[in-house]
Structures are given as structure tokens and as C-alpha cells.
Nanobody, 125 residues
Framework: LQLVESGGGLVQSGGSLTLSCAAS????????VGWFRQAPGKEREGVSC????????FYADSVKGRFTISRDNTKNMVYLQMNSPKFEDTAFYYC???????????????????WGQGTLVIVSS
């Protein structure tokens, strides 16, 4: 399974931005998908994840109520809608896929499957 993120860019604080994670070489609906981010000088952190076949959605406290993860199985894609982004949301965003949601989905090392190359989001204050 190969993953490619897109949709990053410059967004104003309080605006909105939607990131996409496109899959090839497999059916993404059969996988759990997670979104991670990494800001300069910081560790990669989990943002949100979605169980296979929409078996559940999970959000980090820092984005709960502002970000929404979703799938479009017709396009073999997963999205991360970012509403009311804050300056501290600035980071490279990565999607990851695995056969199931890991025991600790917020730690990148637990995702043993596929990773995308990342897309940069810059939130201007």
C-alpha cells in the first residue's frame, strides 16, 4: 500500500484546510488510518485515527472539536478537515495505514504499515 498526502499550504488562523491521503496498491477501507504531525524540533505526534471500515474515530485532545477525519471509499482516500486551525498546528502532516488501530495509536512507532511522505501546513496567526 502506497500513501500520498496532499492539501497542505498556508492557512490563516481560524480558517479551514482539508488534507487528503490517497492510497494505491490496496483498498484503504480495509486499513486503519492515522494522521500524524511533526513540527520543527518536535517529535511526531498522533492527531487522529480511523478504524478499518469506519469502526471508530479518535482524536488527540489538542484537535478534538476542530479536526475531522473521514473516508471516501469511492476515491480510496482519507481526509483530515482542519477547522479553526491555530498557529501551533503548523507542522508536516503524515498519514499512516495499518491492518488495525495499534494498541497505542498516538505513537508513530506502533504503526508498522505504510506511511506517506508528508505535506506541510503553515498556520499564520
Amino acid at each position: 500500500l502506497q500513501l500520498v498526502e496532499s492539501g497542505g499550504g498556508l492557512v490563516q488562523s481560524g480558517g479551514s484546510l482539508t488534507l487528503s491521503c490517497a492510497a494505491s496498491g490496496g483498498t484503504l477501507d480495509a486499513y486503519a488510518v492515522g494522521w500524524f504531525r511533526q513540527a520543527p524540533g518536535k517529535e511526531r505526534e498522533g492527531v487522529s485515527c480511523l478504524g478499518s471500515s469506519d469502526s471508530g474515530t479518535f482524536y488527540a485532545d489538542s484537535v478534538k472539536g476542530r479536526f475531522t477525519i473521514s473516508r471516501d471509499n469511492t476515491k480510496n482516500m482519507v481526509y483530515l478537515q482542519m477547522n479553526s486551525p491555530k498557529f501551533e498546528d503548523t507542522a508536516f502532516y503524515y498519514c499512516a495505514a495499518d491492518v488495525e488501530v495499534p494498541v497505542n495509536p498516538w505513537i508513530s512507532d506502533y504503526w508498522q504499515g505504510s506511511w506517506g511522505q508528508g505535506t506541510l501546513v503553515i498556520v499564520s496567526s
